[in-house]
Every structure is written in C-alpha cells, then in structure tokens.
C-alpha cells in the first residue's frame, strides 16, 4: 500500500515557554487547519509547551508540524525542537480533532519541575541495550500499569501506578529506600514516547537519586531504530489511539480495547467468560451498575449499525 493510501500518525512534543497570545493563537488556529486538511488527533497546549498525537495524510501532518515549529519559533537545540515520533495506519486512527488549553503538557502535579531547568541524561536507541543490560543500572519503566502489563523492556521495575502523577509518591515512598538497599550505579528511565521521562528524569535529579538517564524518543523511537533481533523489548506498545496498541514493526498488535473502562484487552482477555463486547470485560466487571452497561450495550448496538 502507498503512503497515499495509508495515514500517517505523528506524536509529538516540545518544552518551550509559550506566552499567552501564541497559546490562543494555537487554540483558534489548529482547528481550522485540521478541518482545512483533513487531520484527526488531539494537542494539549500549555504555558510549557504542546504535546500531541495527529493523524491524517503525510502533507497534510508535515503542515501542522510546520506551523507549530514557526509559531513556537523553535530552533536547533533539544529544547528548541518539536520531538516527533512518526508511524503509518491503514485507517484513520481518531475520530475528531481537538486542541485543548491545559495547565502541564503531561500532568505530573508538580510545578517546581522543569526539564529545562534539570534533566536526565538522553540515550539515543542505538545505545539502550548496553545501558540496561549493564547488571548495576536501575531500569524503571515510567508509564502506568495497563500499559505495562501488555508490554516491557527485560527486567524493568513497575512503579504500578495508575496515573503520571502518582510518580513523585512512588519515587518517595519506593524507589529511595529500593535505591539506598540496592545502590545501583545509575538509574534509565523509559515511556512511550519520551515525554513523561523529561519530567520523571528531572524530579529524580531535583530530588537527588544520583545519576538517572532516559530513552531519547521513547519505545516508539526505540521500535522504529532496533531492529526485532537485537530488541529488549518484549510484547506489545500501548498507544492512545484507535489502534491501541504496536508491534515491533509500529503495526497494531493482537489487543483491541474495553469500551466501557477504555484498558486494553489480549486475546486471552476476550475469551473470558465475562467478556462481552463494549459492555464488560474481565478488568471491569464489578465497575459499573447495571444501568451503566444497558447504557453501554446500546451504544455498541449503534457502533455496530454503522
């Protein structure tokens, strides 16, 4: 299949202050120009910076990412440049567009962090292996448990969080006193696509945990640069999209997702006996009241009419 016949997905961030009248601008703007050109996707847009996921033909991204480059009026440096991840879909993977006014870019809760100020250490995918294979480095995975469970680096510690924001208390109440018993050299720091380790990274340097590192680009970067013979990386990446999650090849993978509770599924999951498709799964069975799921069930019924 052609790159005109297939659509293009681009992740994407960058910590760059943005004053006020650039942020409106952005929040009146990319709209329109995702109506004009057809994308799908969201961006979150804050005085720190904009982080997004968009979706639509391989022009009509590179024009949005364009646009964000000149009205963030980025440059060169790792701070001054828009950190894009890209990957191909058969099918549009969102439904709308939305670009939304928020207080972080990825909401850690803390405002005293500033990736700009103090950050790990960036290892580029080609260096990874060495890193976590070193017997003395602390490999922490920084994204949150449902999308662990489907998917990790060997050996990496799971904070078992359910939110981002749930990382400061983790590190406090888990990883220091686990640092001070195991005393490794170094600590590496991995997520999907690299933003949630700028901030993970910096509050460890703030908060002195010693020397920390991070997966420049994240496992997606990871994925598209390491070849599957030579990877660390084992199961499945869990995206924010309607393809829920990646293969080594940025494919979608064997996992689809519960619309009632919005937590991926295995193949394994569906053949539960309390599966039942867009109403319940085996993670969610004891969440919601029974109105709840007629309520679930009707909208399966149209989603299946369509």
């Not at 329109?32 to 391989?58: C, F, P, Q, W």
């Not at 993970?200 to 680009?217: D, I």
Request: aromatic share 8%; proline share 5%.
């Amino acid at each position: 299949m052609s790159e005109s016949q297939r659509f293009l997905v681009a992740a994407f961030y960058a910590f760059t202050p943005l004053a006020q009248e650039k942020r409106e601008r952005l929040l009146s703007d990319l709209p329109l120009m995702a109506r004009d050109h057809s994308l799908y996707g969201s961006v979150l847009i804050a005085h720190e910076g904009v982080n997004g996921t968009i979706s639509g033909s391989k022009q009509a991204v590179e024009i949005l990412l364009e646009r964000l480059r000149q009205t963030l009026s980025l440059g060169t440096e790792h701070f001054e440049r828009l950190e894009v991840k890209r990957s191909w879909s058969h099918k549009q993977v969102f439904r709308r567009f939305k670009a939304r006014r928020k207080k972080e870019i990825v909401t850690m809760g803390i405002d005293t962090v500033d990736p700009r100020t103090s950050v790990g250490t960036y290892v580029d995918p080609a260096d990874w292996n060495a890193l976590v294979d070193d017997p003395e480095t602390l490999v922490i995975d920084a994204r949150n448990s449902y999308e662990t469970a489907i998917g990790s680096f060997n050996d990496s510690l799971d904070p078992n969080t359910e939110s981002f924001g749930e990382f400061p208390q983790w590190a406090e109440q888990t990883l220091r006193p686990l640092v001070k018993e195991q005393a490794p050299k170094r600590i590496a720091m991995f997520c999907t696509g690299g933003i949630r380790c700028e901030k993970a990274s910096s509050y460890l340097q703030q908060k002195g945990f010693g020397e920390v590192h991070h997966l420049r680009g994240g496992i997606l970067k990871y994925l598209e640069q390491i070849p599957e013979a030579e990877s660390r990386w084992q199961g499945e990446c869990f995206v924010f999209d309607q393809r829920v999650a990646l293969n080594h090849q940025l494919e979608p993978g064997v996992h689809s997702l519960c619309h009632a509770c919005g937590l991926p599924l295995s193949p394994m999951d569906r053949e539960h006996p309390s599966y039942i498709k867009g109403v319940q799964c085996v993670h969610c069975v004891e969440r919601f009241s029974d109105s709840d799921r007629d309520r679930f069930a009707m909208r399966q019924r149209q989603i299946d009419q369509q």
